[in-house]
């Protein structure tokens, strides 16, 4: 259904490139939003903790109010006055994306290095009307040939 009211949220990190070659099959239309808040970072302590990523403390307090902040703006119900469906499309990094969706299913967000996703795969998040939200799709990747699947 992209014919719907659409916008795009744009990382002006280096995902933007990504962003751009999106942005260039969907509606010439559409408003853009570049935001620093969805750059990659340290959400939360992840738990359980890896061994092999040790970020400083530092570096959780700085980019898990940042990041939460973007949850905040990006992931919420529609305003109760709007009467017809919309996408919204984040192109961001995998932390952010991890976090986001924790946080929307209402999960322990410290559980978000649980999950694994590929660059430049698709997350599809439903957040209705009466505020549930649902995970149509996590990581997809098929329209990736295997050549190009990788791993950050």
């Not at 505020?131 to 791993?151: A, M, W």
Request: glycine residues 6%; hydrophobic residues 35%; proline residues 8%.
């Amino acid at each position: 259904k992209l014919d719907q009211k659409m916008k795009a949220v744009v990382s002006t990190q280096s995902t933007g490139e990504t962003g751009h070659i999106i942005l260039k099959h969907l509606k010439e239309d559409i408003p853009v939003d570049y935001s620093e808040l969805i750059w990659e970072g340290a959400p939360i302590k992840p738990i359980p903790e890896p061994e092999y990523w040790k970020p400083e403390p530092w570096e959780f307090f700085r980019d898990g109010a940042r990041i939460e902040a973007a949850f905040r703006r990006f992931i919420h119900r529609a305003h109760p006055s709007q009467t017809e469906e919309s996408h919204d499309v984040i192109v961001c990094h995998g932390n952010v994306i991890r976090y986001f969706v924790c946080r929307a299913l209402q999960n322990d967000p410290a559980g978000w290095l649980r999950f694994s996703l590929s660059n430049c795969s698709i997350t599809h998040l439903v957040v209705r009307p009466n505020g549930n939200v649902s995970l149509r799709g996590f990581g997809e990747k098929g329209h990736l040939p295997p050549n190009k699947i990788t791993y950050n």
